[in-house]
């Protein structure tokens, strides 16, 4: 490997683990800031839109309520196929591993080690963001949208991937 690959690959795995711990600590915050509010009145409301205390103890759109363990084993499965697609299958497929890619994973893992932070510490997940049409979520679930719609994205249309599955 190249001196400035080995470089850029140094600075593109940094903006990976900052992206993770930026997602983790901005989503921390907004939880204990909001859990400091009691009971389930919105917070502040507008039109559609609330910020509202929320305890839940299932997945993304009141799936699987009371399941923490289940949920949190699934947690654990997924931060460790993120670090293993991150650093093998990334390493191994050059044109794969862009800061793209990196900054996707990192929010993705921020994202899931936040909620699962919760999980483990209150057996539930603090949701916060209420837009009405839509269940009320979090900054750890916004990160894992972001990233999992840039790392489809990345893959649909990028080159590199097409390479890497070819070979």
Partial sequence: MRREESSRDGWWTALFFLAAALVVVADNLTKTWIRSYAGEQPIFEAGI???INVQNTGSSFGLFQDQNFILTIVAIVGIVI???FTFLVLRRFPSLNTWLSNLALGLILGGTIGNLIDRLSRGFVTD???IGIWP???IAD???VIGVI???CFFI???GTKEAFSS
Avoid: G, H, P, Q
Wanted: glycine letters at 0%.
């Fill in 157 to 159: 249309f990028s080159k």
């Fill in 142 to 144: 916004s990160a894992m």
């Fill in 128 to 130: 916060f963001i209420d």
């Fill in 150 to 152: 840039l790392i489809a």
């Fill in 49 to 51: 839109f609330r910020i």
């Fill in 136 to 138: 009320t979520f979090n």
């Fill in 82 to 84: 993120v670090l293993l």
